[in-house]
């Protein structure tokens, strides 16, 4: 079926209903909370979390009831959104990100590229995991840590993990989203040094995915049991034998030590090995230096057929790993996320799921505009900024030839332009600053 943004929206509006009816999921309370009849219904509440863009709860409010004078007050909504889980806004966007059928590939992969991002609430200093104090100058506040594996190629994102900020692992995250995704094209997955470990590396070759990691280089000559060329470029082959014991320990259990022997401390988590265990797990993989701008290097590991991607392709395909910083600046400042209505976590919870669900509902509706159409020498794509606001237009109700307007507005793209980054010395926002959403 044709993204059209009618059709996405009466599939968005239909899993709204769909969650509305069942109350009692998604209820702190079940049995007690939206039992009786009231205007806010679950329903209601998530359609007002999501087209919510107003930071003044009471005139977001007045416009979804059209100013009528029975329209439920600021702390009406805010009661009964704290009866309602985060689980319910999670749910829509995982329910209508998989009913989006993304068509664009990278040479028959799913570009997906992991990383992790923090967003600021306020102060909340019974929510111990987030809450950080602030010093004499400032205020403290809440901070979480959103994971995410986001699709380059498509612009939308695939899964998201919350995290807060004493209790963040962003290795653990990515592993879990790696096991519990649906994906069944072949994927390569774009990740930053943060990423670098066994553990991760083979979850995602056991899940039958490809990886691009990049790994710390400065000042290093051995890298995974191997002595590292000390040249500017290279692609290294690197087999290994993965196991928890010393090599003393084992030649103690008559067990010989094998040749390319890599230990991995108890003290490391690593799923394919027990602690103290006897047995061994064969690695490999590609071990790639590149020189940069600047004479600067960097180096990256990865599981890739060397034939299929050889040394000149990999710096190319790395650097696409950029889309998804553009796209969490994106869902911050042009959705609207970091203007939140709530210091609580599970308030804050739904607006994150609530915000990401609109992102990937205007990403859908820009895939039915042509890029192409109009005459200039540069390629030219949908201004993101303007997709939202038409988006959440008709997401409130109100009819608007989108693809039409969209096409009017392209934007084109010059990545050879080069020029200083602009220096701001006082506030990145403007105090007018309103957000889409």
């Not at 989203?177 to 072949?186: E, F, L, N, T, V």
């Not at 400065?218 to 290994?240: H, S």
């Not at 505009?369 to 959440?392: M, P, Q, T, W």
Request: some cysteine.
């Amino acid at each position: 079926m044709k993204n059209t943004v009618l059709t996405l929206r009466e599939r968005l509006f239909s899993i709204i209903r769909r969650l509305g009816e069942e109350p009692e999921r998604y209820a702190r309370k079940p049995g007690r909370d939206f039992t009786r009849k009231r205007t806010l219904t679950p329903e209601v509440l998530i359609q007002l979390i999501v087209t919510m863009n107003e930071k003044s709860i009471w005139k977001g409010l007045l416009r979804h009831f059209r100013r009528r004078i029975d329209t439920p007050s600021a702390s009406a909504f805010v009661q009964q959104r704290q009866k309602l889980l985060p689980s319910a806004l999670e749910d829509l966007f995982r329910k209508f990100t998989d009913q989006l059928r993304p068509q664009k590939k990278f040479r028959g992969y799913r570009l997906l590229a992991v990383d992790g991002s923090s967003l600021k609430s306020g102060a909340y200093p019974a929510d111990r995991d987030a809450y950080r104090p602030g010093t004499d100058r400032q205020h403290g506040w809440n901070l979480f840590h959103i994971n995410a594996l986001f699709d380059i190629e498509n612009g939308i994102y695939t899964d998201v993990i919350v995290q807060k900020e004493h209790t963040k692992n962003e290795a653990e995250a990515l592993r879990e989203m790696a096991k519990r995704s649906g994906i069944s094209d072949p994927v390569i997955v774009l990740a930053d040094r943060n990423y670098e470990a066994y553990n991760n590396f083979v979850c995602l070759e056991k899940t039958g995915w490809k990886y691009l990691i990049r790994i710390k280089d400065c000042n290093r000559k051995n890298a995974y049991g191997v002595k590292l060329p000390d040249t500017p470029e290279f692609d290294l082959p690197v087999r290994m034998t993965l196991g928890r014991l010393t090599p003393q320990q084992l030649r103690q259990h008559g067990i010989p030590v094998p040749e390319h022997y890599y230990r991995i401390p108890n003290s490391v988590p690593f799923d394919y090995l027990k602690a103290e265990s006897t047995d061994f797990y064969e690695f490999s993989a590609r071990i790639v230096r590149l020189q940069i701008k600047g004479g600067r290097t960097q180096m990256l590991i990865t599981n890739l057929d060397a034939a299929q991607f050889p040394l000149s392709a990999i710096q190319a395909l790395y650097a696409r790993r950029w889309g998804i910083e553009t796209s969490f600046r994106e869902l911050k400042y042009t959705v609207g996320l970091i203007h939140l209505h709530s210091r609580k976590s599970d308030l804050v919870l739904q607006e994150i799921f609530a915000a990401f669900t609109v992102f990937n509902f205007t990403q859908a509706v820009a895939w039915s505009a042509n890029e192409g159409c109009g005459r200039s020498k540069y390629r030219r794509r949908v201004n993101f900024a303007h997709a939202v606001y038409l988006c959440c237009e008709v997401l409130r109700g109100k009819s608007a030839e989108i693809t039409a307007l969209l096409e009017r507005t392209l934007t084109p793209c010059r990545p050879d332009r080069v020029y200083p980054r602009p220096k701001i010395s006082e506030n990145r926002l403007s105090a007018m600053y309103v957000s889409a959403r």
